[in-house]
């Protein structure tokens, strides 16, 4: 199985700020990866996808990079309703693994 | 809009059976694949299931494998998620969510509660 990893697992930020978040695949995925906010008591919604693809309606503050096993994850200038938890997840091959999540908050 | 509408949850007692449900709408649902995936309490997101458009290929978590069985009925645009064997680590809220064109899932249900305890 491929196991993820993110870090850091939270950070403190405040609006306006650049964050970024980093997650790693123990073995290469192309670039079979996507990225999902999730607030609290909701279903999460997917960012990007195939690693740098940004979803529809999603603001372009969102970003991401990489290949093979290390992704990026970068919020430029935060706003008030970004803070929430961010998972990668990697599809590359079965089991489909979620990193362990990373907490961004004030 | 698309819309995916999970049902079935509730309480069962450890080795008990449960069937969700999640109803689409808004999409051409025999088209793609679908899976279930579940967040325990205060936890992260777990991938447990994914069948195929037309049902023949299903996948599993090692969680799950035996235990949970996946299925469709492409005419009432519904997926369903079979759950036997239940066990108190089962209990998360489980969300249907659709495949995307490029791999993982565009589109997610509100999720529905599901509680394993004696």
């Known amino acids: 199985d491929i196991q993820m990893t993110q870090s850091p697992s939270s950070l403190s930020a405040s609006v306006g700020d650049r964050v970024t978040i980093t997650c790693r695949a123990s073995?290469?995925?192309?670039?079979?990866l996507g990225w999902y906010q999730q607030k609290l008591g909701k279903a999460p919604q997917r960012l990007i996808y195939a690693t740098s693809s940004l979803q529809s309606g999603v603001p372009s503050r969102f970003s991401g990079s990489g290949s093979g096993t290390e992704f990026t994850l970068t919020i430029s200038n935060l706003q008030p309703e970004d803070f929430a938890t961010y998972y990668c997840?990697?599809?590359?091959?079965?089991?489909?693994?979620f990193g362990p999540g990373t907490k961004v908050d004030i | 809009d698309v819309q995916l509408l999970e049902s079935g949850g509730g309480l069962a007692q450890p080795g008990g059976s449960l069937r969700l449900s999640c109803a689409a709408s808004?999409?051409?649902?025999?088209?793609?694949?679908m899976n279930w995936v579940r967040q325990a309490p205060g936890k992260g997101l777990e991938w447990v299931s994914i069948?195929?458009?037309?049902?023949?290929?299903?996948y599993f978590a090692d969680s799950v494998q035996g235990r949970f069985t996946i299925s469709r009925d492409n005419y009432k645009n519904t997926l369903y998620l079979q759950m036997n064997s239940l066990r108190v680590e089962d209990t998360a809220v489980y969300y249907c969510?659709?495949?995307?064109?490029?791999?993982?899932?565009?589109?997610w249900g509100q999720g529905t509660v599901v509680t394993v305890s004696s």
């Open positions: 997840l990697q599809h590359n091959s079965y089991p489909l693994t």
């Open positions: 073995q290469g995925i192309r670039n079979d």
């Open positions: 808004g999409l051409t649902f025999s088209t793609y694949a």
């Open positions: 069948i195929s458009p037309s049902g023949e290929t299903t």
């Open positions: 969510a659709k495949g995307g064109k490029s791999g993982g899932f565009d589109i």
